[in-house]
């Protein structure tokens, strides 16, 4: 059982290129969460979902997109990479109306020059 | 808008002393707050606390919700350098959506 996985954990990009971010789980969860971490800004939800092929928009979605192919998949994908995009990606998934709290992903390190 | 507040921003003590730490929310349809520690990396869960389980504790570490003064507080007892973290305080944003909103957490470091 790995719980909440990461790929990549770190990642240089040059500004206007693109990737994607690939988050997965075991746990059968049905919602699952993109974060970014910021010096002095704490986690900030990007996107959301709460189900297998549903999304859903958090508090700073502009530049990202996802989707939510399989239930144990979540995938972040950045089109054109900005250096306001230099972060730290944390992925989450929770199961509602069992112990609710959100099980944390190891993180991915982004670096846009 | 909803927000959540943490103070203070970061804390410097010795092996030994008592630490609290605040969190206090504006949200709508208050339903649930967490309190996650974060070494490292990836944050880890210590408490949920509801309406129905306002206090909760756990060896040394122990959290109570004020839903009058809508805050909670995170006390660390006999604190050890493994304490040493950033805490994290979320809560839910709309009750029943599962939406968290973070405050900008508490960097608390621990000398021997």
């Known amino acids: 059982n790995a719980g909440v996985t990461q790929t990549p954990k770190f990642r240089v990009l040059k500004t206007g290129q693109s990737m994607t971010l690939l988050c997965a789980q075991d746990?059968?969860?049905?919602?699952m969460y993109w974060y970014r971490q910021d010096p002095g800004m704490g986690l900030r939800l990007i996107h959301y979902s709460v189900g297998e092929g549903t999304t859903a928009k958090g508090e700073v979605p502009d530049g990202y997109n996802v989707s939510r192919l399989k239930k144990q998949n979540f995938l972040l994908g950045l089109e054109s990479a900005a250096p306001s995009q230099t972060s730290v990606y944390f992925c989450a998934s929770l199961n509602p109306g069992l112990q609710e709290t959100q099980y944390f992903g190891p993180g991915t390190r982004l670096l846009v020059l | 808008e909803d927000k959540v507040v943490q103070s203070p921003l970061s804390l410097v003590v010795h092996e030994g002393d008592t630490v609290t730490l605040n969190c206090s929310y504006e949200v709508t349809n208050f339903r649930s707050l967490l309190w996650y520690k974060q070494e490292k990396k990836a944050p880890t869960f210590l408490f949920m606390l509801t309406s129905s389980g306002i206090e909760k504790k756990s060896g040394r570490l122990s959290s109570i919700l004020d839903k009058k003064e809508l805050s909670s507080i995170l006390n660390i007892t006999a604190t050890q350098t493994g304490d040493s973290a950033i805490y994290l305080c979320a809560v839910e944003a709309i009750g029943g959506t599962y939406k968290y909103i973070f405050g900008t957490g508490t960097r608390l470091k621990v000398l021997a």
């Open positions: 746990m059968n969860h049905e919602y």
